[in-house]
Nanobody, 114 residues
Framework: QVQLVESGGALVQPGGSLRLSCAAS????????MRWYRQAPGKEREWVAY????????DYADSVKGRFTISRDNAKNTMYLQMNNLKPEDTAVYYC???????WGQGTQVTVSP
């Protein structure tokens, strides 16, 4: 069965960096585009970043453009989100998502606070 497992969330100070990982299993990872979403307390889940199956094309929400980088290693069945210059408003649970079939991971908490 399809499984998406996020990791790498932590408490970090403003201006700091984190790298999230999403380990995929149960399907041919290299055949699917993937996405990162996030949900802050009291807010709706929002799209963060997108990457095509081979990694040749990427897109970002305006709120993270220039600070976050999405990438993937198809040999390791893993997607990443490098987050730099983190701000308190980046605090959220971060999820990886496969659109086809509507598969979500369990999420990983990122907290940005002094």
């Amino acid at each position: 069965q399809v499984q998406l497992v996020e990791s790498g969330g932590a408490l970090v100070q403003p201006g700091g960096s984190l790298r999230l990982s999403c380990a995929a299993s149960g399907f041919t990872f290299s055949s699917y585009s993937m996405r990162w979403y996030r949900q802050a307390p009291g807010k709706e889940r929002e799209w963060v970043a997108y990457i095509t199956s081979a990694g040749g094309s990427r897109d970002y929400a305006d709120s993270v453009k220039g600070r976050f980088t999405i990438s993937r290693d198809n040999a390791k069945n893993t997607m990443y989100l490098q987050m730099n210059n983190l701000k308190p408003e980046d605090t959220a649970v971060y999820y990886c998502y496969r659109l086809i079939g509507d598969y979500w991971g369990q999420g990983t908490q990122v907290t940005v606070s002094p």
